[in-house]
Nanobody
Framework: VQLQASGGGLVQPGGSLRLSCAAS????????MGWYRQTPGNQRELVAK???????DYGASAKGRFTISRDHAKKMAYLQMNSLKPEDTAVYYC?????????WGQGTQVTVSS
């Protein structure tokens, strides 16, 4: 499975960004797509994930501000990020899990700064 992430960039505090992740390759019905983020010197942390049945799970920092969604037909996952804060600045990674295997996309930088 290959993952292609896009949509990062520079945004002012309070602004919004939408990240996209495109999955390709051998994809089975039951899987999990998600977003994690990492800052220098810190571990990668969960931002949000969504199961193939639509169930979602959010990290504490994302609740109430971020929304994850997916399009099964297009094999895409999206992360809508609103009310962005400087502390949201990080490299965001798309993830994909199925049948016990995990995959990562390349990171996309999100910088929240005035």
């Amino acid at each position: 499975v290959q993952l292609q992430a896009s949509g990062g960039g520079l945004v002012q505090p309070g602004g919004s960004l939408r990240l996209s992740c495109a999955a390709s390759g051998r994809i089975f019905g039951a899987n999990v797509m998600g977003w994690y983020r990492q800052t220098p010197g810190n571990q990668r942390e969960l931002v949000a994930k969504i199961l193939s049945n639509g169930a979602t799970d959010y990290g504490a920092s994302a609740k109430g501000r971020f929304t994850i969604s997916r399009d099964h037909a297009k094999k895409m996952a999206y992360l809508q990020m609103n009310s962005l804060k400087p502390e949201d600045t990080a490299v965001y990674y798309c993830s994909f899990q199925q049948r016990g295997d995990g995959y990562w996309g390349q990171g996309t930088q999100v910088t929240v700064s005035s």
